[in-house]
């Protein structure tokens, strides 16, 4: 089928055609580069990427490795800080033989820990053009945030007895962030980053006390069995991991941590008041009288849509203050009802009577600072067993939250449900319409008198993905002749038109096809033609996006490029074509200097 370009003069490009080939595809004029790569050097005193002799001392000082949220900000016009989350390792694809932690060399198991995190980089434009390169000269800003960096606990819950440990009795200090996967900037200029699937970082769960063991479990931390095999056995090289002996280790891990990317000496501090949970990624809107709402997700079949509301107004220039406003406000869970009748939601994706997956929402308070609302759970229970509180609360089960972002031209809140094989077709609901959900749908949040502070709000579901010539999809009524197939929506982002961004994680298994970073309209006549804008290498999920202020350029971070090969037998060796994949965050441009997306 040939794609054609559009008729919206907001959103011109040519969609780029499904593929399978292991490089970066960009529409007819555009180009693109690599920025910087795992293993490039971070630190001023960084040693040259060597793959065959990695250490730690290394890796500590380079880019880290999985990249997937991107922030920027720019500092001038062709200088700027980016923020890029390493989420986690492929050791197969990173050392030779490798099979599980249980083998790995010490080393190996530190240098993994030091791949984890993120990294602060400053980039500059390549003059004439909307590439962009590792800066160079003075880079004071650059910095890496590892597996083992101190962090602090604030807010409600920190110090509480769940927190504390034999290592920090205090239930204030922590070590390293694990899995931070999507993310969001602050009004405040500070990066939001998101530790997703922590629970994969732990062992001795039988072992655990039984009094521990029903929330570890609902977290999905291993619980029984043989919980050393497969692991990176990060316990290997520190005893906190092994939860036999520290229970409470994993309590630590599952926040929204906020890190001030212009001061490398700063503490990364893991804010409680937003929850503990698989934390997807979390992005903030002001409400109508000035407090910052940030909007989260859990990524877990059958989990929730978080909302946070500050007590506090956001003040401009006040960085003091603003360093406090995540640690005082309410919580909140959504819970979404259908308007249409039950019966007409069978499972199949077909549209009920009145034409429309829709319906209104409230947010179910959790608790604030000093108060819980769900009964049977302390404040600090709240924070740090979230999923069960809002499993008590009701709210309502969703098809895999990833990330979720307010429009910055309409402040309508978009949701990526990426999937959810394991919804049976009598559990389908109108939010999560088809069961099984192969392929993930898209939901728009439009909050009460347009106020981000609102308590209720009005939803529907503007795209249900999968081949537009399956009669299950549905993208927002738009000829679907016209639509690029997109499967497994994922991270989000905005032009400076409202158009949305989606980047795909895992159209591989779905259509046979590389991942893909899309566009599409949600305002207007051309409201759901959805078009390709670029696609990954093999096995890659695209992470990132991130479009500069200007519109000139789009970061994507093609993440875990040739997932499941192995050093010896790669599917990926992007970009460098030397025999091993290497993630890396790419710059995208428009050759003569237009806006992405024209
Ligand atoms: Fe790390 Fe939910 O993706
Ligand atoms: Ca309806
Ligand atoms: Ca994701
Ligand atoms: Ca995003």
């Not at 062992?203 to 990176?232: C, F, H, Q, W």
Request: net charge negative.
């Amino acid at each position: 089928k040939r794609e054609r370009g559009s008729k919206n003069p907001r959103l011109r490009f040519k969609s780029v055609a499904p593929n399978t080939d292991d490089k970066v595809t960009v529409p007819h004029g555009y180009d693109h580069n690599v920025v910087v790569r795992w293993g490039d050097p971070v630190l001023p005193d960084a040693p040259e990427f060597d793959f065959e002799n990695q250490t730690a001392a290394a890796q500590e000082k380079q880019f880290g490795y999985n990249c997937d949220y991107v922030g920027f900000r720019q500092l001038d016009a062709d200088r700027g800080l980016l923020w890029v989350n390493h989420e986690y390792t492929n050791e197969t694809l990173m050392f030779a033989g490798y099979t599980d932690g249980n083998d790995a060399d010490l080393e190996q198991i530190l240098v993994s820990m030091a791949a984890h995190g993120g990294s602060i980089v400053e980039i500059e434009r390549i003059k004439g053009t909307g590439a962009w390169r590792l800066a160079t000269g003075e880079r004071p800003f650059n910095r890496r945030i590892t597996a083992k960096t101190r962090m602090e606990l604030t807010g409600p819950a920190a110090g509480d007895a769940l927190l504390r440990t034999e290592g920090d009795p205090t239930g204030t200090e922590v070590f390293g962030m694990l899995n931070n996967c999507s993310g969001g900037m602050t009004p405040w200029g500070t990066i939001l980053t998101c530790e997703e699937n922590f629970n994969q970082y732990f062992v001795g769960g039988e072992d655990a006390p039984a009094e521990a063991k029903p929330a570890l479990k609902r977290y999905g931390i291993k619980v029984s069995g043989d919980t050393r095999k497969g692991n990176r056995r990060f316990d290997r090289a520190e005893q906190r991991f092994d939860l036999s002996r520290h229970p409470n280790e994993a309590n630590r891990f599952g926040y929204v941590v906020e890190i001030d990317p212009t001061d490398p000496t700063s503490t990364p501090r893991k804010r409680t008041m937003l929850g503990r949970v698989k934390h997807e990624a979390a992005n903030t809107r002001l409400t109508r009288d000035g407090r910052v709402a940030v909007y989260m997700g859990d990524d877990e079949r059958f989990d929730y849509i978080y909302k946070f509301v500050s007590d506090k107004e956001y003040r401009k220039g006040s960085r003091r203050h603003n360093s406090t406003l995540l640690d005082s406000g309410t919580l909140y869970v959504a819970k979404l009802t259908g308007n249409s009748p039950a019966d007409e939601i069978d499972g199949s994706g077909q549209l009920p009577s009145d034409g429309a997956f829709d319906g209104s929402g409230e947010w179910i308070a959790l608790c604030n600072a000093s108060e819980s609302f769900v009964e049977g759970f302390t404040v600090a229970e709240v924070l740090v067993h979230t999923r069960l509180a809002a499993d008590a609360a009701g709210a309502t089960k969703m098809d895999r939250p990833e990330d979720i972002e307010p429009s910055p031209v309409t402040g309508k809140v978009y949701v990526a449900l990426t999937n959810n094989t394991s919804r049976e077709p009598g559990q389908a609901d109108e939010p999560n319409p088809r069961g099984p959900n192969k392929f993930g749908h898209v939901l728009e949040i439009i909050e009460n008198g347009d106020d981000a502070g609102a308590e209720t709000f009005a939803w529907n579901v503007p795209l249900v993905c999968g081949d537009p010539e399956d009669e299950s999809t549905y993208y927002a009524g738009f000829d679907k002749s016209k639509v690029a197939a997109i499967s497994a929506p994922d991270n989000l982002t905005f032009d400076d038109q409202g158009n949305l961004w989606i980047a795909t994680d895992g159209q591989g298994s779905k259509f046979g096809t590389n991942d893909q970073l899309c566009a599409v309209p949600v305002e207007g006549r051309f409201r759901g033609e959805l078009r390709t804008f670029a696609t990954s290498p093999v096995g890659a999920e695209t992470c990132g996006p991130f479009i500069t202020e200007d519109n000139l350029t789009v970061f994507m971070a093609p993440q875990h490029p040739g997932e499941d090969g192995t050093v010896g037998s790669p599917q990926s060796t992007w970009p460098d074509h030397q025999g091993y994949p290497r993630p890396s965050v790419i710059s995208i441009w428009h050759t003569r200097g237009k806006r992405v997306g024209h």
